[in-house]
């Protein structure tokens, strides 16, 4: 099992910048792939960031040049130059060979 807990979501301006966190524990030497997910009310939910236990990334093009995915025992998304369609809760994400785990959520909300 593995369990993740995000942190770091908040308040903030148009153009400001936020660090997102998620600490993972448990079984995380099972873990390959982690990510940022989003859902903003009445959407589904969708992949902000990916990063493999390689360190290969890949981001949705809604973040390209503004979010940064990067990992070492915790997982992190710097995101820079928010928009106020960027307010969601912000999901963290672990896949090994067999399990899916999510956090709790940390909501983000940007205004204009």
């Known amino acids: 099992q593995v369990q993740l807990v995000e942190s770091g979501g908040g308040l903030v301006e148009a153009g400001g910048s936020l660090r997102l966190s998620c600490a993972a524990s448990g079984s995380i030497g099972s873990i390959n792939t982690m990510g940022w997910y989003r859902q903003a009310p009445g959407n589904q939910r969708e992949l902000v960031a990916g990063?493999?236990?390689?360190g290969s990334t890949n981001y949705a093009d809604s973040a390209k040049d503004r979010f940064t995915i990067s990992r070492d025992n915790t997982l992190y998304l710097q995101m820079s130059s928010l928009k106020p369609e960027d307010t969601a809760v912000y999901y963290c994400?672990?896949?090994?060979?067999?399990?899916?785990?999510w956090g709790q959520g940390t909501q983000v909300t940007v205004s204009s």
């Open positions: 994400n672990a896949r090994s060979i067999f399990h899916t785990y």
């Open positions: 990063i493999t236990k390689g």
